[in-house]
């Protein structure tokens, strides 16, 4: 082969690998491409598919977006706040000025006693944004006679199964549903009948506990006229029943007023100031509630059952 004709065949050879090189680059380029749009199709559907979920997702327990409340270290501290409002803040507060208008109702009841103690009976619900002002007192009051374990935080619902909003939606509060109480005094029974979550069928909140016979036979015959104010609907909540010798039904307006737009941490913090809104209410209430149980023991122990807690005890 002449010298013309192999440099002929040398320059074909060149031109075909370059061409097959040209064409594996095009290649590997559109293999990247393939791959980097395959990697945002899936980048894509992972996030719809959280869209999706968080749609379709169930309210939170308050039936809303609230945050939920301290847990762990936080809610011990929490809870060693409010169970710990000494008795010189409570004397202080007394009544609260005259803002409770939910005192505690006189009766001749059933005597209502337990483990050899007189009982305390309570009977509300996680969805109510009443009984969730009234359990802060509560458990003010209580701490003066007992301890408390389990206590959890909850919200009042925002809105029913229905779509409806609640009133004073998201109150901030406490459940009994787990918590145990004990007291050389008295015994304290709780019953939350329902949760705060609505079902969305028929807005109904889910039952969380049942009362005994016995519990309702109570509520039926003293949570309705002629011992209740005629503008309360008969079976109101929160209810409560102190040995047979004293009831609340309901609560105070000025305790959900006073706790509007507060978190836990900053209630209980209140809890220790006598100046501040919630005081006045809040442990104005549990004042009132006090009295009511030192009906119950015979005004022990002395501690609790103070001076300014048996005047208010002489006005029941």
């Known amino acids: 082969m002449g010298k013309a004709s192999r440099t002929k065949v040398e320059s074909t050879r060149r031109e075909k690998i370059a061409a097959q090189r040209a064409a594996e680059r095009r290649a590997e380029q559109r293999r990247r491409i393939f791959m980097a749009s395959g990697a945002v199709v899936v980048v894509l559907a992972i996030v719809l598919v959280f869209v999706v979920v968080k749609l379709n997702s169930k309210p939170s327990a308050s039936g809303d977006t609230a945050s939920s409340g301290p847990t762990g270290s936080a809610l011990t501290s929490l809870v060693n706040t409010v169970t710990s409002v000494p008795a010189s803040t409570l004397n202080a507060v007394g009544n609260g000025g005259g803002s409770i208008t939910n005192v505690p ?95 969305p069928s028929n807005g109904a909140y889910t039952t969380l506990q049942t009362p005994t016979a016995a519990q309702q036979a109570l509520m039926t015959k003293w949570d309705n006229q002629p011992y209740i104010p005629s503008s309360e609907p008969a079976g109101s909540i929160p209810f409560i029943y102190f040995g047979g010798k004293s009831m609340i039904v309901g609560t105070s307006q000025s305790q959900n007023n006073a706790l509007s737009g507060l978190d836990w941490n900053q209630i209980a913090a209140d809890l220790h100031n006598p100046n501040s809104d919630v005081a006045k209410a809040e442990d104005a209430e549990a004042n009132y509630i006090t009295a009511a149980i030192c009906q119950m023991t015979g005004n022990q122990p002395a501690t609790a059952c103070t001076s300014t807690v048996q005047a208010l005890e002489s006005q029941l």
């Open 105 to 199: 109702i006189k009766i001749s009841g059933t005597p209502l006693t337990a483990n050899g103690k007189p009982e305390m009976l309570y009977m509300g619900a996680e969805y109510c944004p009443y009984c969730a002002a009234e359990r802060w007192a509560m458990i003010v009051a209580l701490s003066r006679f007992g301890t408390f374990k389990g206590l959890a935080t909850i919200h009042s619902a925002a809105r029913d199964g229905a779509g409806s909003a609640e009133p004073f939606p998201n109150t901030p509060t406490f459940t009994f549903a787990h918590a145990t109480y004990t007291s050389p005094y008295l015994t304290f029974t709780p019953v939350e009948l329902n949760t705060n979550i609505p079902d």
